[in-house]
């Protein structure tokens, strides 16, 4: 009879779901972005947005929440109703390294999050200012080790990948360049560009124009795979620097519960996005080429980041509380 019961609740459940998925969406969806208008992650969810809405028939509303380095934004998802009409443009930094780098955050990622669908993988670029005099890798780490206080990097702050990226960087050359935390990424780069600081770790479309205008020189990039962009510079693995790979990324996720027929209807309706010539072009303006994919490939990165970027935290004794 127990048995019985159990079945009958089983299939219930699963024709919910599937119902659910049939009149879905009935109403707008809330795409939360956590972090402020105008940076390089709200212009994702603004470029989605649009035909978002066309393949859904319905209205996407863009609401940046953001705050404690992207935290606030990405708590209040979590507790959202799993119903698919609230939905989060997920960072690796409070996807993968904010559990380890705060004290204490206000949810799970592990646990809070259904994934939907990884929609970025961007490289980041080791720049000097031309002032130092360093052409390549092999010369840029010996004078790092020699001088490791005139090789200070700066980042866009505690956590977030250009700062991540160069403590990886330290711990595989046996170096400690100072690192220099800015409330942005934009003043951090001015100041590089300006010299006062002489290295970053910046993300590649964020740095591209300076560096072919000669107001910044590029050593490598951090990943596996050259960058289209600047196909002449070579990765930290090829110049010497073996098994270094690192890559921001962003996804989009729902609360944990929502159900699955849900959560493939959106990752359906985001992959035909994707596959649109005129968008992936629209796209890779933004510096970072459209990865797409299945919800279960976007949580294993999840998970397979969140233990080797906590690590990076862990061994470098980076907090911001």
Same mark, same amino acid.
């Given at each position: 009879?127990?048995?019985?019961?159990?079945?009958?609740?089983?299939?219930?459940? +699963?024709?919910?779901?599937?119902?659910?998925?049939?009149?879905?969406?009935?109403?707008?969806?809330?795409?939360?972005?956590?972090?402020?208008?105008?940076?390089?992650?709200?212009?994702?969810?603004?470029?989605?947005?649009?035909?978002?809405?066309?393949?859904?028939?319905?209205?996407?509303?863009?609401?940046?929440?953001?705050?404690?380095?992207?935290?606030?934004?990405?708590?209040?998802?979590?507790?959202?109703?799993?119903?698919?009409?609230?939905?989060?443009?997920?960072?690796?930094?409070?996807?993968?390294?904010?559990?380890?780098?705060?004290?204490?955050?206000?949810?799970?990622?592990?646990?809070?999050?259904?994934? /939907?669908?990884?929609?970025?993988?961007?490289?980041?670029?080791?720049?000097?200012?031309?002032?130092?005099?360093?052409?390549?890798?092999?010369?840029?780490?010996?004078?790092?080790?020699?001088?490791?206080?005139?090789?200070?990097?700066?980042?866009?702050?505690?956590?977030?990948?250009?700062?991540?990226?160069?403590?990886?960087?330290?711990?595989?050359?046996?170096?400690?360049?100072?690192?220099?935390?800015?409330?942005?990424?934009?003043?951090?780069?001015?100041? /590089?560009?300006?010299?006062?600081?002489?290295?970053?770790?910046?993300?590649?479309?964020?740095?591209? +124009?300076?560096? !072919?205008?000669? !107001?910044?020189?590029?050593?490598? /990039?951090?990943?596996?795979?050259?960058?289209?962009?600047?196909?002449?510079?070579?990765?930290?693995?090829?110049?010497?620097?073996?098994?270094?790979?690192?890559?921001?990324?962003?996804?989009?996720?729902?609360?944990?519960?929502?159900?699955?027929?849900?959560?493939?209807?959106?990752? +359906?309706?985001?992959?035909?996005?994707?596959?649109?010539?005129?968008?992936?072009?629209?796209?890779?303006?933004?510096?970072?080429?459209?990865?797409?994919?299945?919800?279960?490939?976007?949580?294993?990165?999840?998970?397979?980041?969140?233990?080797?970027?906590?690590?990076?935290?862990?061994?470098?004794?980076?907090?911001?509380?």
């Amino acid at each position: 009879m127990l048995k019985k019961a159990i079945l009958a609740a089983m299939l219930m459940t +699963q024709a919910f779901g599937a119902g659910a998925a049939d009149v879905y969406p009935s109403k707008p969806i809330r795409f939360v972005v956590p972090y402020p208008p105008g940076g390089p992650t709200d212009a994702m969810a603004r470029l989605i947005q649009a035909p978002l809405q066309a393949k859904l028939n319905t209205v996407v509303v863009v609401d940046n929440r953001g705050g404690a380095g992207g935290n606030i934004g990405t708590g209040m998802v979590a507790k959202a109703p799993a119903d698919g009409y609230t939905i989060l443009l997920a960072a690796s930094g409070p996807m993968a390294v904010n559990k380890t780098l705060y004290k204490s955050i206000s949810f799970d990622p592990d646990k809070d999050f259904a994934p /939907v669908i990884q929609i970025s993988a961007f490289p980041l670029v080791l720049e000097v200012h031309p002032s130092v005099p360093v052409t390549n890798l092999k010369q840029f780490i010996a004078l790092a080790r020699d001088k490791p206080d005139l090789l200070s990097f700066a980042s866009a702050g505690n956590g977030t990948p250009q700062h991540l990226a160069g403590e990886l960087f330290n711990t595989a050359v046996g170096a400690k360049l100072q690192h220099v935390p800015y409330k942005g990424a934009g003043p951090a780069l001015n100041d /590089v560009i300006g010299g006062h600081v002489k290295v970053m770790f910046d993300i590649l479309g964020s740095s591209v +124009q300076y560096i !072919k205008t000669g !107001k910044m020189r590029a050593i490598a /990039v951090t990943t596996a795979t050259r960058s289209p962009a600047l196909p002449d510079v070579p990765t930290l693995a090829e110049a010497g620097l073996a098994g270094y790979d690192f890559s921001g990324w962003h996804g989009i996720v729902a609360p944990a519960a929502t159900p699955k027929p849900i959560v493939a209807k959106l990752n +359906q309706a985001i992959n035909e996005v994707f596959a649109d010539p005129t968008f992936r072009k629209k796209w890779e303006e933004l510096g970072t080429p459209i990865v797409g994919g299945t919800p279960e490939a976007f949580g294993a990165l999840m998970r397979s980041e969140s233990v080797k970027l906590g690590k990076v935290v862990k061994d470098a004794g980076v907090t911001v509380d």
